[in-house]
């Protein structure tokens, strides 16, 4: 199972290049109309480039996580804090459910570069397996023939 970056049908395809047997999105989800959480964060996704992320925690305590880039976590990214930045999720549900950017870490990977609107779950999954089948046959039918 593939985690990370995987957003469509293209991404998928390369995931199972590389072995995989299915796929989890996390970033991609976050941001569908379905998710729960506020539409400030699912606009921040759609808006954001790939380097609108930071890497938080990087040497703990306690694991790293990657955010969206806000005045907070740009703050975080240069000076953490003692006790890392767990503390920092006490008002996620402000961020979460409230909207509010900057009242904690709205956790998203650098795949939102690549996520440009806000879908329904069944479209999102209905488009990235079509996708990823063209793919596969174009791949196929170039390499396999080329091979025969
Ligand atoms: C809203 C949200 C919450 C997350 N929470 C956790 C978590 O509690 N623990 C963890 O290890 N990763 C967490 N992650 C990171 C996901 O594991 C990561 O996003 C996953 O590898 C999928 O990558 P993607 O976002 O590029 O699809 C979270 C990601 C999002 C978007």
Redesign the pocket.
Known sequence: MA?????DGRSMAAAFALGAEGV?????M?SAAESP?HQNWKSAIVDAKETDTVFLNRFGPG?A??ALRTEKTTLLEKEPGENGVAPEFRRSQELYFGGDMEASIA?????AGRIESVRPVAEIISEMVAEFETIMDRLSSRFATARA
């Open positions: 985690a990370g970056g995987i957003s989890q999105m996390g970033t991609r976050v959480v694991p996580c990657r956790l998203s990977g650098q795949v």
